[in-house]
Nanobody, 125 residues
Framework: RLQVAESGGDSVPAGGSLRLSCAAS????????WAWFRQAPGKERGGVAA????????WIVPSVMGRFSISQDNSKVTTFLQLNSLKPEDTAMYYC??????????????????WGKGTQVTVST
């Protein structure tokens, strides 16, 4: 089973930046949606960004648009989430997930079958 693992989470002051990485255990030739979700204590897990491997199309949710960006390396086994101008409300556990064998992306949690364990991002005032 294809696995993913996140890294790059840290504690930073407001206004800081982080680069999160999501590495897959193997390459897949299937059309794949890679997505980042986040979950703060007491809140539901919600989508942040997604990228579709075959077309390189990317989606960013409005609440982080202009501050976060998603990209992928040429090998298509690692995806990155760049977090800039971080705010305390960005504090959450960030998860990477894959939706395999698709032709586009969604940010619906239930669509994703391969999840990482998460990486913690904490933004202080």
């Amino acid at each position: 089973r294809l696995q993913v693992a996140e890294s790059g989470g840290d504690s930073v002051p407001a206004g800081g930046s982080l680069r999160l990485s999501c590495a897959a255990s193997e390459y897949t030739s299937l059309g794949t949606c890679w997505a980042w979700f986040r979950q703060a204590p007491g809140k539901e897990r919600g989508g942040v960004a997604a990228i579709y491997t075959r077309a390189g199309q990317a989606w960013i949710v409005p609440s982080v648009m202009g501050r976060f960006s998603i990209s992928q390396d040429n090998s298509k086994v690692t995806t990155f989430l760049q977090l800039n101008s971080l705010k305390p409300e960005d504090t959450a556990m960030y998860y990477c997930a894959l939706h395999l064998g698709v032709s586009t992306c969604s940010l619906t949690v239930s669509d994703f079958t391969n999840w990482g364990k998460g990486t913690q991002v904490t933004v202080s005032t």
